[in-house]
Structures are given as C-alpha cells and as structure tokens.
C-alpha cells in the first residue's frame, strides 16, 4: 500500500472524480473520526432493539413479503447470512476490479452516515479487505434497482463472508474468497443483526456505474468541442458562428461555454490560422449545421451531464438504507417517531434517482457521436469536403482509405440510439407485489456505460479523420492549440498515406481521449476550459 492515496470517507462529501479514482486501485481508506462515532451511535440503537427483542423489520423480521414473519431471538444471525446466500442470484459477466471498488467505496461511505446499524468491527473488516485488493466477484446482472442492488450487493458480501469467489490481489484470477482472505490475514465477517440488510440495501451498483459514465462523458465532451473545432478548420468553417452576440441572445449556460472554447482555440486577433485566412473571401455565407450548430448541440449536452453531477453528488452521500437508523431528535410525523434513538422504514433504496440520471446522460452524451458522425461524413464525402480527397486518401479506388472507419462511426451511433431507450420507463413487480415499483436502474447505469464508450470511438473517428485532412491543407497551418493537437496526434499515429489497419489507430485514438490528453494539449491556449 506504500505511495498509495489515502481517502477518508465521512459520508457526506464523495464525489463521482473521487470515487472512479478511487477505482483505480491507487488509494487506500479510511473512515473519518466522525463517520466512526454515527456507526457507533447508530449500532448501539440496534443492540438495544435485539436486547429488548422489539419487532423491527430487517432486524428480527423476514424480507419482502416475508416482513411479517418473526424470527426467533437466537436465529437473528443466521437470517443475516440466509438473505445474503439466497439473494445471490447475479448472472452475467464479473464487474471489474475498477468498479468493484467503487462499490465497496461507495458502500463505506454509506456506513459512515451512521444510519445503517452496522457494527464497527463490520466495517473495519470491509476496509481492511480492501486496502488488502481483496475483491468479492460480483456479476453485473440481477439487479432490477429498488430495495436497493440486492444480488450484486449481496455477491459482494458473500466475498466478504469468506464464501464465493474473490479476485487474488497477486494472479488477478479467481479464487475461493476464504482462501484469499486467509493469505492476507483476513478474517470472513460474521455478520449479525441487522448487518445483511445494511451490506445490500442501497442504490449502490447504479450509482458506482452512473459516476463512472459521468466522468468519462465529461471527460469526451469537454474534447469533442476541440475535435469539432479541428474539423471546422479542416473543412474551412467560419468562426463567425461563435460570436458571442449570438450567444448572448441565447444564453443557455452550455452553449455559451461551448461557443467561449471554441472562440478561444480558433482563428482570431492575435491567434491566427493560415487555413482561415485562405479562405475568408470565398464567398460562402454559412456553414452546414454540424459546424454551424456545435455550440447549441454541444451545449445542451454539457448542461444534462451537469444536472446528472448534482443528482449523483446528492445521491453517493445519502442513506439508502431499510429500516434506517436515526439517533438524534428530529421532526417526526408524531411524537413517537421524534424521539432519539429509532429506527424507521422508508423507501430510500428506490434507484428512480440516479436511474433517470443515467438515462439523461445516455441521451445527452449521444448526441455528441450523433453529430460527430455527421461531421465524418462531411470529412471523407468528396461532394461535401471542399476539395479533400474521397476518403481522405490518396490513389482512391487502389486505397479505401477511411470508407470503412466512418461506417464504424455509423454503425455505433445506430447502436445508440436502441441504448438509448429509457431502461427507467419500465418496471417490473417482484417479490409477490410487495416491491411493485422498480426503476431497473442496474440497466440504466450499464447501457449509459456502453452509450459513453461508443461515444469515445466515434469522436476518436473524428479526431483521426480531421488531423488526415489538415495533413492535406498543407503547408497552410491551423492556430498554435489546434496544432498542437494535430502534433500529439502525429507522434503516435502517422498519416495514412496507403492502406493500413485503422482499427489500431482508433483504438489508440480513443485511449488518448480516455486520458484526457487532447484538452491538456490545448489548455494552455484557452481559459475557457
């Protein structure tokens, strides 16, 4: 663990940069001093119910339908454990180790609120297992996102309880969770009162994935304003569509930061382009759409992945338990339910937040392939490339050139617009109409994965396709922030002057972007970004 970050979690302040960093294996965890004291407060109200043998649901009750059932004083721990077994029903490829981290994360951080009742010693178990990289394999499917992600949920603390299967933090393959956590010096956690239902219930699974999504889609977006600029310089758009007088008349937030970016990396005073300069008496009035309109598109796509932020900042610090803890006085419906020290049944593990959340995102990030594809075919279309070579090669017809990459690029974004059907429109009643409202959240976040990903490869296309063309500009050179994106291209992947595999080189392309390497290289030319 040595040189790795430490993140303390308090359950109020995670955010989704924070929690995809803390995917990636490079920190470590630790629950805040007064995170600790809530889990404390909130365990001590469960003791005292088990002692006096109160009938709580969750605690000494059966689930679901099975809520009015009583359990027996000494089978209190054994229930615990027989939800996680029986709820294991997750189908479908493993999660990876990125994400399965983000969920125990995500989990802690819910702990730390102090409304679950889970013991401390619980808790520092799941840490420790963690910052050992001792990962429970949970399957992505199985989970319909109301009374929380019950089977992956419970995959993950069947891990934990020493059963199922674990990633081995040296092969990176599969193995026996009890024996993994044997070689770290790991105890399975015996789990009691109340422990199963705080380890499953939550909206954790969608709103792991949906921080994600979010991440990388503003990640693409912010470049895809400086790959469509790229393209509007290799097309020889005009920059008047960014005036600042036509935003201002419009004054959508994201439009005008689109429009303020893309003013601040295009030909003006003091940054000039010699591909502009050529062509500022050639008589054409206005541009195409796709060039014409990218702050308007662009923009209202920025402002959805916003809205989607403030749903999934409020939501990876909330309380998404069943029944929850309350310790402190508070206003309750009557004088009953003001007391300290209580716990109260309510419906906080629904996922209709962050499952609509992810629905907007996948619309909005879209549409960011939409356009660009559109723009691909304006690039490699000879009737509409303003003299550029059919495909962007030379020898056309002895070389296809980029004939096949834009159909990729087509061929996702046909892929989209099917994944982009609300998952969160549905529902489907379950557990014998006792949870007869779901969100289907679970689908939501990893169709809006999926949406982003094809999203990366189509701008990527784009990147490819725009550098291709200013290669055959000429000696006539574009503004210093757009050549020194078409330069970092030109260091890893050479022109295509004939022929070659370009599935490599959009792989490669797509990768940088993942990385955020086209904005840093334009940073330092703008202040809009």
């Not at 995670?14 to 960093?21: A, D, G, I, M």
């Not at 479908?92 to 702990?111: D, H, S």
């Not at 993994?180 to 909206?203: D, R, S, V």
């Amino acid at each position: 663990m040595s040189g790795k970050k430490t993140i303390f979690l308090d359950g109020l302040s995670l955010n989704p940069f924070t929690l995809v960093e803390i995917g990636t294996g490079n920190c470590t965890l630790e629950i805040s001093q007064d995170g600790w004291t809530r889990i404390k407060k909130g365990r001590k109200v469960i003791d005292d119910i088990v002692k006096s043998q109160k009938v709580v649901y969750g605690v000494n009750t059966g689930f679901g339908n099975f809520a009015n059932v009583v359990i027996d004083s000494h089978q209190v721990n054994v229930l615990q454990s027989n939800l996680i077994r029986s709820h294991c029903c997750g189908v479908g490829i493993p999660l990876t180790t990125n994400r399965t981290r983000m969920l125990i994360a995500l989990r802690l951080n819910v702990f730390a609120k102090g409304n679950s009742g889970i013991r401390p010693e619980t808790v520092s178990q799941v840490l420790a297992a963690f910052n050992a990289d001792c990962l429970p394999v949970v399957p992505e499917q199985g989970t319909v996102g109301a009374s929380g992600d019950l089977a992956p949920l419970s995959h993950l603390a069947l891990g934990f309880m020493g059963e199922g299967k674990m990633w081995d933090p040296q092969t990176k393959e599969q193995g026996d969770s009890a024996v993994i956590l044997a070689k770290h010096g790991l105890k399975p956690i015996q789990l009691q009162a109340k422990e199963g239902l705080a380890m499953i219930n939550g909206t954790t699974l969608i709103s792991a994935l949906a921080s994600e999504a979010l991440v990388r889609a503003m990640n693409i977006a912010q470049q895809a304003n400086v790959v469509a600029a790229l393209t509007l310089e290799s097309l020889r758009g005009t920059v008047s569509a960014m005036d600042p007088r036509i935003h201002a008349a419009r004054p959508h937030n994201g439009q005008v930061r689109t429009a303020a970016m893309l003013r601040s990396i295009l030909h003006r005073e003091g940054n000039l382009s010699a591909i502009s300069v050529s062509h500022e008496n050639c008589g054409k009035v206005q541009d195409s759409y796709t060039l014409r309109c990218i702050p308007q598109v662009h923009g209202i796509c920025w402002d959805t992945l916003l809205f989607v932020q403030r749903i999934l900042e409020v939501e990876l610090n909330s309380a998404t338990d069943n029944p929850m803890v309350f310790t402190d006085e508070g206003e309750g419906l009557n004088l009953e339910d003001s007391k300290k020290n209580i716990t109260l049944s309510g419906g906080n593990f629904h996922g209709e937040y962050p499952a609509k959340a992810c629905d907007y995102l996948a619309i909005g990030v879209h549409e960011l392939a939409s356009i660009s594809e559109r723009r691909i075919e304006r690039l490699v279309n000879p009737a509409l490339s303003h003299g550029l070579p059919a495909f962007l090669i030379k020898d056309g017809g002895l070389n296809s050139g980029f004939m096949i990459a834009h159909c990729t690029a087509a061929a996702l974004v046909s892929e989209n617009k099917g994944l982009c059907h609300p998952a969160s429109i549905d529902s489907i009643s379950t557990s014998a109409a006792q949870e007869d409202h779901v969100s289907m959240g679970g689908w939501a976040a990893r169709k809006a994965l999926r949406v982003v990903e094809h999203v990366e490869f189509v701008v990527a296309i784009e990147l490819l396709c725009a550098c291709q063309a200013i290669d055959f500009l000429r000696p006539l050179t574009s503004t210093p922030a757009l050549e020194s994106v078409h330069s970092l291209v030109r260091s890893k992947i050479p022109h295509v002057d004939r022929d070659r595999v370009l599935a490599d080189d959009i792989q490669k392309a797509a990768e940088m972007l993942r990385k955020n390497e086209i904005i840093k290289a334009v940073s330092k030319f703008s202040s809009s970004l």
